[in-house]
């Protein structure tokens, strides 16, 4: 397991034109990575802060089923990024796919999981998911007006 600095340095981050892109290990410790990221280039770019907190939870729902149900890309990493315009945020998280296609469940009421993507549906505008042939991406579009 990597140590918390281990993981900063092990990161990539590219800028290209208005998205960013980050490369994380395949891990649940990227959850925390990944919001921590999204959160500060938010802040700088001025974004209020209900639409952090829900990109925030949106985005660490994406990267914990990731982790949770997929494969690592071939790299064993997974990919984050986000696309800020005037009145929404796109987020995608990509991995090496799995067995199943992303979906919403209906867990019962005791069920310690199957919520995450419910509450994605619930926080955003609107969901989907693409799969090629090197894997899995899920976009979410959050409305920041």
Same mark, same amino acid.
């Given at each position: 397991m990597l140590t918390l600095?281990?993981?900063e340095s092990w990161t990539t981050v590219q800028i290209e034109e208005t998205a960013v892109v980050v490369t994380l290990p395949f891990q649940s410790s990227s959850v925390r990575t990944a919001?921590?990221?999204l959160s500060a280039d938010l802040r700088s770019r001025g974004v209020r802060d209900t639409g952090i907190d829900d990109a925030r939870v949106v985005l660490s729902e994406?990267?914990?089923n990731s982790v949770r149900h997929a494969f690592p890309l @071939? +790299? !064993?990493s997974l990919s984050v990024s986000w696309r800020l315009s005037d009145r929404s945020l796109v987020v995608s998280v990509s991995?090496?796919?799995s067995e199943t296609r992303p979906r919403t469940l209906q867990?019962?009421?005791?069920a310690l999981g199957g919520r995450g993507l419910a509450i994605v549906e619930t926080l955003s505008e609107h969901w989907w998911?693409?799969?090629g @042939? +090197? !894997?899995t991406t899920v976009f979410a579009e959050i409305s920041l007006s």
């Amino acid at each position: 397991m990597l140590t918390l600095r281990e993981m900063e340095s092990w990161t990539t981050v590219q800028i290209e034109e208005t998205a960013v892109v980050v490369t994380l290990p395949f891990q649940s410790s990227s959850v925390r990575t990944a919001r921590r990221r999204l959160s500060a280039d938010l802040r700088s770019r001025g974004v209020r802060d209900t639409g952090i907190d829900d990109a925030r939870v949106v985005l660490s729902e994406l990267v914990a089923n990731s982790v949770r149900h997929a494969f690592p890309l @071939a +790299t !064993g990493s997974l990919s984050v990024s986000w696309r800020l315009s005037d009145r929404s945020l796109v987020v995608s998280v990509s991995d090496g796919g799995s067995e199943t296609r992303p979906r919403t469940l209906q867990p019962p009421p005791n069920a310690l999981g199957g919520r995450g993507l419910a509450i994605v549906e619930t926080l955003s505008e609107h969901w989907w998911v693409e799969q090629g @042939a +090197t !894997g899995t991406t899920v976009f979410a579009e959050i409305s920041l007006s």
